[in-house]
């Protein structure tokens, strides 16, 4: 099963998910929430953390299809910069 399959997937299974993180590459989440926004209309907020460089032209592609996501969805979106590429679960603190 590929990437875009599985996300299709959980956006729908997971209406009110507020955050992913994406350990690939982002431009086809993206590319998929453009030609599929039905599957952000339900979801008031949306966090993504992504290895992409802010300051890459990359970054600023990704900025403008997420104002259109926005725009057409209703859907707040934040991009978030991961800090490395450890398991998710090791970039952040620990509480005990």
């Given at each position: ?6 996300l ?46 802010p ?10 299809n ?31």
């Open positions: 099963m590929n990437a875009t399959v599985l299709r997937r959980i956006m729908k299974a997971y209406p009110l998910i507020t955050s992913l993180t994406l350990r690939a590459d982002v431009d086809d989440a993206i590319h998929l929430f453009c030609a599929e926004p039905h599957l952000l209309s339900s979801h008031p907020r949306l966090e993504i953390s992504t290895l992409i460089d300051e890459s032209p990359r970054a600023t592609d990704l900025f403008h997420l104002l259109h996501l926005e725009v057409l969805t209703g859907c707040e979106i934040d991009v978030f910069p991961r800090t490395s590429f450890a398991p998710v679960g090791r970039q952040f603190l620990e509480f005990h």
